[in-house]
């Protein structure tokens, strides 16, 4: 039934098979072919119904040029998330029961789906949350990988069915986990298919049923997922795609007791409030996923042309906007000049500008609250430390009419600014230095996150030091393509300990999908 799982990596691949020129060529046919689908006006979609809310709709706005009107999407009022629950309910009545060769088969052609439609996805998540092209791809990508590795992971497990021991001889006996019910699936807007996809196909191939309430900054990419599920052939009810903002339906999902399960993506602040409401109700399960501070370390003996590098797309790679970003830098001092001397020159290469253009590395943050969180922290910055590069809004060459601002670099910031301990999710990179590798774990490791870390340096014995003692659920050493960043499907598990993350099982990994199943004994007696 199950070939071997392979990563997608759509553009590592045409590049080495001298196919980028088409690639480049696909993506624009496809951002073309979009300008049809743009302006339309959404339903929320309930057990295969559609219904438009009598509290009106709201409107999704390009952040890269806001006058782009995406489409209008439905305020969905808490009366609709209790109807999509039910809904919810009764498909699992089907789709729980179904035989999991069947469930793995309707996921691996959703799978094949996305493959197909890949480049118009990218596309749109471009001009939705303003990834470039490069970046958008990798979103589609890693959501295709999702669904392939997480059916590869049932079949491999025989539908987590085992036989267990016998005590008596007229006994067999056996251990199955089987789903557990509704799930409440609330994404970020950062990977707005990745992890919609990752969190949403984890809980479906195993035979829960799912209510979606994507980022009201990102509802269109989640709608094309949606759809996506059901022409494979997921059932009626057992997804269903609501619309609307957080404090409005949130509270449905959290009283309801026909809710099984939440899995959320998001801030601290919202996750662990949801957390601690829903398990208040009763002990259900929350795999939650909240963020991190992550720091990268580049001792003396480290390749400075690898660490610069790794630095930067750890650092800038979608504006920050990456709940592993890097964005603490500790430099060891004898390396400090020149490094930073390499790092700015090199960050000069990296373009700002729209997002759906071949050459551009950063461009918007998410919306206009985001835009003004940089700006509020960058003057922070400048009270605070030193700012070495960037720190002011983008508004020349065309770009007036979105969220564009330059990637920062803040140096002599005191431990205790908020710059240093918080997630800030917008470009800003906050440096010191320290004179031993012990040090700069202890700073690594004095964080309520512990989501990610990266190390360079060529001394073995640092990285099994680094690895044994920093205080991250990810960790890193060496990595170019992004020194906190970019974790693969069925390479590195992504979850983070302390405030990061809920269960300490990385999506994309081995132990993820037991999550969404509880166990159940059965004994047979002759």
Request: aromatic share 12%.
């Amino acid at each position: 039934m199950q070939k071997g799982f392979t990563n997608e990596m759509t553009y590592n691949r045409m590049f080495r098979e001298g196919r980028e020129e088409e690639f480049h060529r696909r993506y624009e046919d496809a951002l073309a072919g979009l300008q049809a689908e743009l302006g339309g006006h959404h339903p929320i979609i309930i057990g295969g119904e559609t219904y438009f809310s009598e509290a009106g709709e709201f409107e999704d706005r390009s952040p890269g040029d806001t006058r782009i009107l995406l489409g209008y999407f439905q305020k969905g009022l808490r009366k609709h998330a209790r109807m999509a629950v039910e809904a919810a309910k009764e498909a699992f009545r089907e789709w729980g029961w179904m035989d999991w060769r069947k469930r793995v088969e309707i996921i691996m052609r959703a799978g094949e789906i996305m493959a197909d439609e890949k480049f118009k996805l990218a596309a749109l998540i471009s001009l939705e949350n303003g990834k470039n092209r490069l970046e958008a791809m990798a979103d589609v990508d890693e959501a295709i990988d999702f669904l392939r590795y997480y059916s590869q992971q049932v079949v491999e497990h025989n539908g987590f069915r085992r036989v267990m021991g016998r005590a008596f001889e007229n006994e067999s006996a056996e251990s199955i986990l089987r789903p557990i019910g509704v799930w409440a699936v609330i994404p970020p807007f950062n990977f707005p298919l990745a992890i919609t996809a990752g969190m949403s196909s984890g809980a479906l191939v195993t035979g829960n049923t799912i209510v979606l309430k994507p980022a009201s900054d990102t509802p269109f990419i989640a709608l094309k997922y949606y759809e996506i599920l059901v022409k494979a052939g997921v059932p009626p009810g057992a997804v269903n795609y609501l619309t609307g903002s957080g404090p409005e339906l949130g509270p449905e999902f959290v009283e309801n007791m026909d809710v099984a399960g939440i899995a959320f993506t998001g801030s601290w602040d919202v996750g662990s409030k949801l957390y601690a409401e829903f398990s208040a109700k009763a002990p259900r399960p929350f795999i939650a996923e909240m963020g991190g501070k992550n720091t990268t370390i580049v001792t003396k003996s480290a390749d400075l042309r690898k660490a610069v590098e790794g630095v930067i797309r750890g650092a800038f790679g979608f504006g920050g906007q990456k709940c592993s970003a890097t964005s603490r830098l500790l430099l060891a001092r004898e390396i400090k000049d020149e490094f930073m001397k390499m790092l700015l020159e090199r960050l000069h290469s990296f373009k700002v500008g729209d997002p759906t253009k071949r050459d551009t590395f950063l461009g918007p943050v998410i919306n206009k609250a985001a835009y003004e969180k940089y700006l509020r922290y960058i003057e922070l910055a400048r009270r605070e430390g030193r700012i070495l590069y960037g720190g002011r809004a983008v508004r020349e060459g065309g770009l007036e009419h979105g969220y564009y601002v330059e990637p920062a670099v803040v140096d002599e910031l005191p431990v205790e600014s908020i710059i240093w301990r918080e997630e800030l999710f917008v470009p800003i990179l906050a440096v010191r230095t320290f004179e031993s590798l012990e040090e700069a774990i202890k700073t690594a490791n004095n964080s309520d996150y512990g989501l990610t870390a990266g190390i360079f340096t060529t001394d073995e014995r640092e990285i099994e030091i680094f690895f044994e003692r920093i205080e991250a659920g990810v960790c890193y050493a060496n990595r170019t393509v992004g020194s906190t960043t970019g974790a693969m499907v069925g390479v590195q598990s992504f979850g983070g300990w302390k405030r990061s993350g809920s269960t300490g099982k990385g999506a994309g990994g081995p132990y993820y999908l037991y999550q969404f199943m509880r166990e159940q004994s059965r004994s047979t007696y002759t």
